[in-house]
């Protein structure tokens, strides 16, 4: 893999390991507030899957020599930077409520986001952050058989959180 690619990669990978630290700050807090986690394993799988995609792109691009100075390569890291962009627009918008497990606060500590991102799209980090960014990672790397069979995997426990937190939210806020 040329150098500035792998740069990037590695940055990629920062930006993303940023946001488990804010998620494991705020899981604490939250905790400490008497929050309940749901759907444990779930949680876990997913955060595993993330990372194996991860790694399975790099693999797969580092293999292919993927090269940073092609259109394609351009495409999948705007596609990166929008999801990217959308994931800390998220955070800041949930602040102390965000994390990448699934964790209810007592009422009194979490109120449901009704700004504009999240009146008109159900679940943005989802399918605004999440989705674009192992497309643009993959696409990126012109790891094709990630993208392919990597995102079907992945999708198995993204949709089971998905129905997850749509049960768990309907529990707990009569407005959702």
């Not at 790694?55 to 390569?73: L, N, R």
């Not at 009194?108 to 999440?130: E, T």
Request: charged share 15%; hydrophobic share 55%; with cysteine.
């Amino acid at each position: 893999m040329e150098a500035t690619t792998l740069l990037i990669f590695y940055a990629f990978v920062f930006i993303r390991l940023l946001s488990i630290f804010i998620s494991a700050g705020n899981e604490r807090k939250l905790k400490k507030m008497g929050a309940v986690e749901y759907g444990k394993k779930n949680s876990a799988f997913l955060v595993l899957a993330h990372f194996a995609y991860y790694i399975a792109a790099a693999i797969e691009g580092g293999c292919k020599g993927a090269f940073f100075f092609d259109t394609i390569s351009f495409a999948g890291l705007g596609v990166y930077v929008f999801s990217i962009l959308i994931l800390y627009y998220v955070i800041y918008s949930l602040r102390h409520v965000w994390t990448v497990k699934l964790i209810i606060a007592p009422p009194a500590h979490h109120v449901l986001n009704r700004s504009f991102l999240f009146k008109y799209v159900k679940h943005p980090n989802y399918f605004l952050n999440v989705i674009p960014e192992l497309i643009g990672i993959a696409v990126f790397l012109h790891a094709w058989v990630t993208l392919c069979v990597g995102m079907v995997i992945y999708l198995v426990p993204l949709i089971i959180r998905i129905r997850q937190e749509e049960a768990v939210m309907k529990e707990h806020f009569q407005n959702y």
